[in-house]
């Protein structure tokens, strides 16, 4: 009987031993954490073939230990990835936050000031959690009026610079001045755009290429 509890216990204790493994396995797994809006969050396309995607896809083909957890929603604005922020930082814990928000806020015709005070707040908390941040610029048809587009325009490169976090110039590179690459409401790319955001934002993301390779 003695004999048979000891290998019972043996039993339990390598059990619980694996399942603590498996556990701290999984909390440290690194997560890249996209915030954004109707841009990243494949509005009007198949399932499965937005940027967002064919980042996965790179960091399995580059063999990257990383995944990546989308949690941008269509029409979402900076105060609303301002007030999910914290929530998605304590539950998924991200390495890399990429930010992609504000053209939801030029579209409603809010004020530059509290785009950039949302913003500032997002990468600050962020940094704050330890993890590395992208922001994804913006920029604006110039129909919205001189001033408030260059305003918008310079937001993104100011807020960088002086929170000192890696910067996509424009998410839209490549994409924005041509017709043929948006859906029909003529403000959602298409599929055949998908691949050149992702790689706006591969090509932004080269200063962590060496953190990518690795668990942090």
Request: proline letters at 6%.
């Amino acid at each position: 009987m003695q004999t048979q509890l000891l290998i019972a216990n043996k039993f339990i204790t390598g059990l619980f031993c694996l399942l603590m493994s498996i556990c701290s396995w999984a909390q440290v797994k690194p997560v890249i954490l996209v915030l954004g809006d109707s841009l990243s969050a494949e509005y009007g396309l198949p399932r499965g073939t937005g940027w967002v995607t064919l980042l996965e896809g790179e960091l399995t083909k580059e063999k990257s230990p990383w995944s990546v957890f989308n949690a941008s929603i269509s029409g979402e604005t900076s105060s609303g990835g301002l007030t999910r922020l914290p929530a998605l930082l304590s539950q998924k814990k991200p390495g890399i936050v990429l930010i992609e928000l504000g053209a939801n806020d030029a579209l409603r015709g809010l004020p530059v000031n509290q785009t950039e005070t949302n913003l500032r707040q997002m990468i600050q908390m962020s940094k704050k959690s330890g993890a590395k941040v992208l922001l994804c610029g913006i920029q604006i048809p110039s129909n919205y009026g001189q001033t408030y587009t260059k305003q918008f325009k310079q937001l993104y490169p100011q807020l960088a610079n002086q929170e000192r976090v890696e910067l996509l110039p424009f998410f839209l590179e490549g994409v924005a001045t041509k017709p043929e690459l948006f859906q029909a409401d003529r403000l959602h790319p298409n599929v055949e755009a998908q691949s050149i955001i992702f790689k706006n934002v591969w090509g932004s993301m080269a200063p962590y290429s060496n953190l990518l390779k690795k668990l942090p």
